[in-house]
């Protein structure tokens, strides 16, 4: 059975930084395309980055140059490094991956960036 679950969410700053993991069970995070996406309030779940196979990384636009993907495969956690955090970056964050046909997503750790 495959799992993923987020956590590392919280209330930050403006400027200020979070680290998110995304622990895997059941699947390898190693050798696989795993992403972060998210999802602001009233608006459609967005793509964050992607880490590949072959550990290349791509990161959206909104992010670039704030944000890192990551992995770790002898923890079998993926990351996502957050800085300089803006307003606009509050959401829930969730993980993703695929095996096969199946998409797997975690449950999401909520993110909110406030004054």
């Known amino acids: 059975q495959v799992q993923l679950v987020e956590s590392g969410g919280g209330l930050v700053q403006p400027g200020g930084s979070l680290r998110l993991s995304c622990a895997a069970s059941g699947i390898y995070v190693s050798g696989r395309n795993m992403a972060w996406y998210r999802q602001a309030p009233g608006k459609e779940r967005e793509f964050v980055a992607r880490?590949?196979?072959?550990?290349?990384?791509i990161v959206a636009d909104s992010v670039k140059g704030r944000f890192t993907i990551s992995r770790d495969s002898a923890k079998n956690t993926v990351y996502l490094q957050m800085n300089s955090l803006k307003f606009e970056d509050t959401a829930v964050y969730y993980c993703?991956?695929?095996?096969?046909?199946?998409?797997?997503w975690g449950q999401g750790t909520q993110v909110t960036v406030s004054s």
């Open positions: 993703k991956t695929t095996q096969w046909t199946n998409e797997y």
């Open positions: 880490i590949t196979s072959g550990d290349n990384t």
